[in-house]
Structures are given as C-alpha cells and as structure tokens.
C-alpha cells in the first residue's frame, strides 16, 4: 500500500490440501502487507507453493477446529486489520479496490460484512439459500474474535460498529459432487460435537422432521428449483449434512453411554 494514512493489512488463509486454488489467490494478494498462511499438514503441494510468494509465512499447526485454527491465525498476525479468506475465494477487481480504499477511509467501522457469490462445478448458484450468503472477512483484530464454542461455520463476535463493502466475494464452494459430499459430511462431524457440547440428544423429530424441512424450504421457499440440476444437488446434500449431524450425535451419546456404563 502506498498511501500513508491507510491501515496495514495482514492477509490470513487456513489450507488443506489447497494446491488447486492457491496459487490463484496468492498472486492477486499483492496489496497486502503480509500473507500468513496456517496449514493443517497438506500432503500436497501446498506449502511448496505458498513458499514461491516471497510475502507469505508458511506455518503448520494442529488442525482442532476452525475457529480454534481461525483464532491461532489471527494471534500470528503483525498487523490489527485483517483480511481473513479461504483457498477457494476470489476477489474480483472491484472488490480489491473497495479494500484498499476502505482501509484508507474508514473511521467509523471495527468489521465488514462481504456478501458472496456462491459458484458450483463453475456455475453461478443464485438460489438455494445462497442469495442472502453473507460473512465476515475484514475487521481490526483488536475488536473481534472467533466464538470458540462453534467449531464449524465460524461465527465472528464483533465489539463496535459492522460496515458491509458493496462488491461480492467469488466462492468456488465446491468442485464436484464428490468433493461437496466429502465436505458437508467433515462439517455435519463438528456439528454433531458441538450440540454433544451442549448435552443435545437426538430425536426422532431431529433425525427425520429436521433433513426434510431444510430440503424443502431450500429448494421451494428459497427457490433452489430455479437453480435446476445443480439446484436439487445443493438443496439434497445440504439435508443429508443434517442427517450426518444426528447420526453422528447417536453415536457420540452411544459412546458416552458406554464409558459411564464401564465407571
């Protein structure tokens, strides 16, 4: 950044296995200050990739969570305005630009919402409930932090007043039908732990009512039949992320069961 009054920018990435897309991010990263990149232990070309951009430190750290991973980030960050992204974002030109000159402006805000654009196999999902996808991704570190109760679908507490930046992030969520299943069925594991956290015990109510009603109100309410094909996809695999939740939550009470039992 060349101006003198704009806030230095500390760019995070947490990555897995991330050869595919990081090379493209990190080469449009150039008007950061630094990149720190936190890997959970790729065995692919991830760090020797990430180690080709002379502004990116390359730190390995026990993957527990994301918010945990998301917060160990932050702690390693030099500067107090971050710029948090995943692998698999983009940002177009004009949303580049909108940074730059927010942190050359802002005087008022401590976070901004980005909405994002949410893309399938290389297509553009624009229902499915999609189209309200909204998420922190830029904020002063000193006035926010990852809630650490969530494990996944990180929520970010904010201490002052939220700002959102009109451009939208490009998300290229998911690759294939393959990569979304293995993907939702990683995150439906945390969700189990978190409700097994909060003494939650599966119904029947929770096992059948919970799957079909998302399925439904995703694909006619917010309109996912618009979306086509890929619109039943997103709509389905979203539901069975919510079946893995419960059946993962039995087991973790079943297992919880049996150690009380042998006490």
């Known amino acids: 950044m060349t101006n003198s009054n704009a806030k230095k920018l500390s760019v995070l990435i947490i990555t897995l296995n991330e050869e595919k897309h990081l090379k493209a991010l990190l080469s449009d990263l150039d008007f950061a200050d630094e990149i720190i990149i936190v890997d959970s232990f790729s065995t692919d070309e991830t760090e020797f990739i990430a180690k080709t951009f002379p502004k990116v430190t390359f730190i390995q750290n026990k993957f527990e969570n994301f918010s945990t991973q998301r917060n160990f980030a932050i702690s390693q960050a030099k500067n107090d305005w971050i710029l948090f992204l ?6 177009t030109p004009e949303l580049k630009q909108e940074i730059i000159e927010t942190l050359q402006n802002n005087q008022t805000y401590v976070a901004y919402f980005f909405e994002r654009i949410f893309m399938f196999e290389n297509t553009v999902l624009k229902y499915s409930g999609n189209q309200t996808d909204k998420i922190f991704r830029l904020f002063d570190k000193k006035s926010a932090r990852y809630d650490e109760k969530r494990l996944v679908h990180e929520k970010l507490i904010v201490n002052g007043e939220i ?6 992030l490009i998300h290229h969520s998911y690759c294939s039908y393959h990569d979304y299943r293995e993907k939702i069925i990683f995150y439906g594991k945390f969700k189990a732990q978190e409700k097994f956290i909060k003494k939650i015990k599966p119904t029947l109510l929770h096992q059948f009512f919970h799957p079909s009603y998302n399925f439904l109100y995703n694909y006619f309410i917010r309109l996912g039949f618009l979306d086509g094909k890929k619109g039943i996809i997103i709509c389905y695999l979203n539901a069975y992320s919510i079946v893995v939740r419960y059946k993962e939550l039995k087991k973790l009470w079943k297992q919880n069961q049996n150690l009380t039992s042998k006490i």
Do not use: S, T, V
Request: charged letters at 40%; hydrophobic letters at 40%; aromatic letters at 8%.
């Open 86 to 91: 995943d692998a698999d974002e983009i940002l």
């Open 163 to 168: 700002g959102f930046l009109k451009n939208k």
